[in-house]
């Protein structure tokens, strides 16, 4: 209905299903809450799979698989919408894997061979694994929740009447292996003991062990690829970082000021979401390559260059000392990092802390 408002009767928009979901009568389907408080059940039933493909379930996806294959080649322009259902994409179940349910990736990886021109859109609110199709896709537009009126707002980016300008707030991995909770060993977590029990409605716990490495900044310190970084957000049209400037500011609460100048160099109005990272020159392997210390968003004609100060505040430059109890300035050589995405850092520099 998104496009259709938008573009108007001139234009016909069809549609084809694509892939079948397995209807709740022949659905393995977990309570959640029943089993989190039943002793008697066992872990591997606790997490058991929600899906059972039968024969006849995976000839109805071909059947509408192909029929979404035969439109895509008659049709002009071609967007293939899939994701995560709230089956999958839900509080109280741990997904086994990354991988799109109901066989999105065989539709996705067909309509691909016959259009390489599509544009992949997901509506998810957690990682999907992409590794097989996502440098094939001619775009990927990440459409998160977006409610009631999330179609015309995806109708407006795709259509460029938006400049879309969002930034990844997490690093989307290829698989499941790779995240930390699995990788140190902390998933599917340890039974309760039975103090923990009689205070939390749970069969079981998990002990964090990242330390500092939480999230994104895991990645990087391990050198793990991920498929998208924290941060990453692509626009209709381009900026350019320049004039960096690292002083002193002279105040205890926020050490470090910057200044640099950010250019529009592309033909179209947009925003851009400065992004600024620190680390240690001498960080141990137990702490992170670089945090996220400060960002700012700039709207910019074309052509336009506009100057920005930033100040970090000494928090950037803190950890948590157990023997202090408290935040504790660190004294050193931090690098300052000035990007668009955690990956890609635009401009560079150094601050002394004392």
Known sequence: MGLKSQLGGNCQVTFARGYYIVPKDIRVDVSWQKTSIDDEKADDQFMEERGV??????????????????????ADEVLIIGGLNHDYDVEGYDREDLTL???QDELIEAVLDVRPDAVVVLRAGSPVSMGG???????????????MEGGS???EVLLGKVNPSGKLPESLPYDLESCPAVALGEYPGRPLTEKEHRRMNARLTEDYKEGLLVGYRYYERQGLPVQFCFGHGLSYTSFHYGDLKISESGRQEAPVRLSLTVENIGGREGMEVVQ???????ALPR????????????????????PL????????????????????????????????????????????IK
Do not use: M, N
């Not at 600024?276 to 001498?282: A, Q």
């Not at 992170?288 to 700012?296: H, R, S, W």
């Open 133 to 147: 199709w996502k440098d094939r896709a001619k775009a990927i537009v990440w459409d998160w929740y977006a409610g």
């Open 287 to 306: 702490e992170p390559v670089k945090v996220l210390c400060g960002f700012e968003k700039l709207s910019l004609k074309p052509g336009e260059k506009k």
């Open 153 to 155: 707002a995806l109708a």
């Open 53 to 74: 493909v039968s024969e006849e379930v995976r000839e109805k996806q071909r059947l509408l698989r192909e029929e979404a294959v035969a439109l895509a080649k008659e």
């Open 276 to 282: 600024v990272y620190v680390g240690r020159t001498d």
């Open 309 to 352: 100060e930033l100040v970090l505040p000494e928090r950037a430059f803190q950890s948590w000392h157990t023997d202090a109890g408290a935040f504790v300035t660190d004294a050193g050589v931090y690098e300052i990092y000035v990007g668009s995405s955690l990956e890609d850092i635009r401009l560079r520099g150094k601050a002394l």
């Open 101 to 103: 349910p109901y066989a």
